[in-house]
């Protein structure tokens, strides 16, 4: 396609005062991200719906195959959320799940687990954390179901002991009538830590934490009272949700300066995760609870989903676990049944920049809506990835020029994620494209060529127009 010369061309023939300029650094720069894990862009799928995910979602395999593809390795899963802590291991259980509720669209108050959740779960081929009851303090059932875990599931990565414990309360059999606390949680966390995986034998199994949000339970915290138990942490985990269904706020939740807003309060945690020598990742996370308002099912998601883990990849973060809820009843989710979600174009073209990469590293400072970022292989930029996050609806879709220099090539290729609008949403029709190409409902095969835009880079310089919600993915 020759669109993205033509207009770079005019752009500087016009000499558009609104051209940002950005010189691409050579080597890391001192504000790069820490090495980045080979696929950090992963799923968390709800406890008591895993099985049916894996079972009777014929798009679940290719849509997490795809992203398999790019990196190779298969993107991180999570079996967990609410309804692990409404869940009881039963052994001479042959089901995978057992539960009722009253429409096929609720989540079960109460469930039970059979061994076949966790052969469920040992055939998948990437890494696994596995979810398990911290809530009804039956100490001796999660250490069977974890036992089991760690004997069956080769790549088992973590286990969770509770999920969201900054929500237990007082009449949770765990409290055990006391009021429960911060401090309570605690010493709560670490007496299971010390009994699961004594019991085990084993060290660095545990994902900690599984605060929402940070506060009043932190990782600060949590590591502060860890003392010796730490050994049997793996990795500490915070969910994320910026929105919930009340402030439903789509410009808010894609913008890139409001995105560094909402994480900041994260690098306190990450910093008190790598105090103790242990990674820090977004164990379960999406873009809006209680459904989210409308807003968690469109393409402005997926662009959310795409700087968010950018700039949290810089912050110092290791992975993401997108939250996959009830199948049929679930608006931020990636794929379902009959239809795509748009959010997962935003987690493919993550996985896209992402891919072979060692390094991310910011080039502007996030006070603007406009954000570039130089991917780095063994040290040397390989990507430049390009964001426009001005909210676009209908009317005129206003443009964004970016000019790099420093680029070493005569030539580059770019791929571009876009949509119609922000809004746009694939159960209504308005398809995204990541190079022009599409995910077919029900399926998730990859549909139509990739038409990768070229662009003529002169002494070092080359200039590449965004339109507004649009990112673009340079290959340098
Ligand atoms: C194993 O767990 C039980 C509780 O079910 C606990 O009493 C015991 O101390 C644990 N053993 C080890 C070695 O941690
Ligand atoms: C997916 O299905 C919706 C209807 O639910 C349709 O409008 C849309 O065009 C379809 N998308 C693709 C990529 O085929």
Known sequence: MKRLSATALLASYLGLASTLDFHVPESLPTNASPRLSVAPVGVSIEFFAFPGYVTNVPATKTCLQNLKDLTGTWPPLRIGGTTQDRATYDASSTEAVTYNVADPKDAPETLTFGPKLISLASEYGGRVTLGLNRRLNNLANTIAAAKLAKNSIPNLHAVELGNEPNFFSKNDPIAQ????????????????????????????????????????MSINGLTATEGDANRYVKQYCSHNYPQSKGTADLPKLMGHSSIATQIAPFKAEIAAAKSKNRPHVFGETNSATQGGGGISQTYGAALWILDYTMQSLVLGTEAFYFHQGTIGNCAYCWWGKYSMGAPYYGAYFATLALAGADNIAPLDDQTTPYAAYVIYKAGRPAKVLLYNSDYYVTGVRSQQSFRLTGLSASTVTAKRLTAPSSTSRVDRGANPSIAGQTFENGSCVIKGQSQDEIVTVVAGIATFTVEASEALLVYL
């Open 177 to 216: 009538g006391a009021a429960w606390s911060p401090a309570a949680d605690y010493k709560s966390q670490v007496a299971w830590q010390d009994n699961v995986c004594g019991n085990l034998s084993t060290d660095a199994l545990i994902s900690a934490g599984v605060y929402f949000g940070t506060a009043p």
